[in-house]
C-alpha cells in the first residue's frame, strides 16, 4: 500500500514533523513524502493515504499575507529563524483548494506554538475540512504538533509523530482490511 507524506512548512519544523510521520509510516506503507510544490494529482491518484499538514499561522492555514510575514520575519537581523528549502510554495490551502476530487483514507497535521488551541488556532481542522470536501475519508481528529515561541520544536515531538505515523499507518491497514 502507498502513503503520500504531503507538507507546507516555513521554518523546518512541519517539514521535520513530516518527515518523522513518514517514518512512522514506514513499517506499513511504502511512502512518499514531498512538499506541496511537488504535490502532484499523479501522486495523489496513487497514493491509498494521503496525510497533509501545515504551519499554523494567525489561527489556521497559512495565506499569501502570513506567509510573506514569515519570510520577514526570517529575514530579519539576529531573528534565528532559517527558512525551509521549499517556503516558496503555494501553501497547504492554496494546494487542497486546487486538487482535484480525492479517494481513500487521510489524515491532518499542524504545528503550533504550544497552548490551548482556542488561544493559538490549529491549521489541521481546515485540512482535515479540505480533506473531507475534496472526498476523503479521516481516520482521525487532526493532530497538532508543539513548537517554542522562538520557533523550534519541542522535545520529544519529532518522536510523537512518528509514533502518531505509525499508528495511522496501523489504522488504515485496519480500515481497508475491513472495506
Do not use: C
Given at each position: ?10 521554518y ?15 513499517a ?32 489556521g ?114 480500515a481497508s482490511?475491513?472495506?
Amino acid at each position: 500500500m502507498r502513503a503520500l507524506v504531503v507538507y507546507e512548512s516555513m521554518y523546518g519544523n512541519t517539514h521535520a514533523v513530516a518527515v518523522s510521520i513518514a517514518a512512522g509510516l514506514g513499517a506499513s506503507y511504502e511512502v512518499t513524502l514531498v512538499p506541496v510544490t511537488r504535490a502532484t494529482p499523479e501522486l495523489m491518484a496513487a497514493a491509498d493515504l494521503l496525510i497533509a499538514g501545515g504551519p499554523t499561522h494567525m489561527h489556521g492555514m497559512s495565506t499569501a499575507a502570513s506567509r510573506r510575514m514569515a519570510a520577514e520575519a526570517a529575514a530579519k537581523e539576529g531573528s534565528g529563524l532559517a527558512m525551509d528549502p521549499d517556503a516558496d510554495s503555494p501553501g497547504i490551502r492554496g494546494w487542497l483548494s486546487q486538487a482535484g476530487a480525492g479517494h481513500g483514507l487521510a489524515a491532518a497535521f499542524d504545528t503550533r506554538i504550544g497552548g490551548a488551541p482556542l488561544l493559538t488556532g490549529r491549521a489541521s481542522r481546515g485540512i482535515a475540512r479540505l480533506l473531507t470536501a475534496r472526498g476523503y475519508h479521516l481516520l482521525t481528529a487532526p493532530a497538532s504538533f508543539l513548537v517554542s515561541k522562538e520557533g523550534t520544536l519541542l522535545e520529544g515531538e519529532d518522536a510523537r509523530a512518528r509514533a502518531w505515523g505509525a499508528l495511522i499507518g496501523e489504522d488504515a491497514r485496519s480500515a481497508s482490511a475491513m472495506a
